[in-house]
C-alpha cells in the first residue's frame, strides 16, 4: 500500500470517528434535555440559538469586511487608470508629431547660402521652437544624452565606437532624440556609444 493509500485510508478512519463522536454528543445532549424541566431546556435551547447566531453574525462580519476592502481596491485602481489615462492621453498623437520634429531639425542641418534660404531656415527654427514648447506644456520632454551614461531603459544603441578620449559606455553621438511622456520612454533616444 503507498503513502498516499495510507494516508487516504487515515483520513477516511477519522472521518467515520469523528462523525461518530459528534452523534453520541448529540444523543448526550438530547438525553440531558430529557431530563431538565421546561425552563432549564429552554434556557439550553436559547443558548444554543444565540451561539449560531453569533456564528453568523461573525460570518456576516467577515464578508462584509472582504466586500468592503474589494470595492476599495476597485475604487484605488479605477482612479489609477483613469489618472493614467489622463497623464498618457495623448501618446499616440505625440508619436506621430515626433516625425515632424525630426523633420525640421533635419532640415535645419541643411546648410542656407542665399537670403531666401536663411528666411526659410529662420521660419524653420521658429517652427521647431513652438512644436518642442507646445509639446513640452503637455508632458512631452526631449531626451538628447550626449555625454550621458548610456541606459539601455531610455537610450538604444544604434552602434559601439572605441573611442579614447570617453569613459566606456559614454554617450558620443546622437543619431535622433528620445521623448518621454510624464517620466514614460515614448520614444528612446538613439545613439552612439564608446566602447
Known sequence: MSE??????????QKVVDEALEEAVEAAEDDNLADLSD?????????KALEDAEAKAAENMDLALRTKAEAENIRRRSEN???NARKYAIEKFAEEL????????????AKAEHEESKAMKEGMELTLKMT???????????????????????HEAMTMVPSPDHEKNTIIDVFQK???LNGRIIRPARVVVAQ
Open 132 to 154: 518642442l514648447s507646445t509639446l513640452k506644456k503637455f508632458g512631452v520632454e526631449q531626451l538628447n544624452p550626449v555625454e550621458e551614461v548610456f541606459d539601455p531603459q531610455l
Open 98 to 109: 515626433l516625425a515632424v520634429v525630426d523633420s525640421l531639425e533635419q532640415g535645419l542641418q
Open 4 to 13: 498516499a493509500d495510507k494516508k487516504a485510508a487515515e483520513e477516511q478512519v
Open 81 to 83: 487608470e483613469v489618472s
Open 39 to 47: 425552563e432549564e431546556r429552554k434556557i439550553v435551547e436559547l443558548e
Open 178 to 180: 528620445g521623448y518621454s
